[in-house]
């Protein structure tokens, strides 16, 4: 009895794994290019290394992850703004992007 049932869980395990990641948002690709496009116009002086690494990790989760990125300062303020206005030219809501702040 315990073999069969050792068997039946075996079986059961073979097609277990890891659950199959989230597809990226289809927005995801031009939302990227616009953040590239906007590191290029803006530069990257005066925005921090939290702000750039929790965008990133935005980014490389398909854009799925809901992150609350609270820009600091002008630049931040500045860069956060234009990639809103991207995301929102691009046809998706201002609720996409992972920008707020508590409060």
Excluded at 18 to 23: E, I, K, L
Excluded at 24 to 46: E, K, V
Aim: charged content about 15%; hydrophobic content about 50%.
């Amino acid at each position: 009895m315990i073999g069969r049932l050792a068997l039946a869980v075996a079986l059961c395990l073979v097609g277990a794994g890891p659950a199959p990641a989230q597809a990226p948002s289809p927005r995801c690709p031009g939302y990227a290019a616009a953040w590239a496009a906007a590191q290029a116009r803006f530069g990257l002086q005066g925005i921090g290394a939290g702000f750039i690494d929790a965008h990133e990790a935005f980014l490389a989760s398909g854009c799925r992850r809901r992150a609350a990125i609270c820009p600091q300062g002008e630049a931040e303020t500045r860069l956060a703004d234009a990639m809103t206005i991207a995301a929102m030219n691009a046809g998706a809501a201002s609720s996409f992007v992972p920008f707020r702040c508590p409060g």
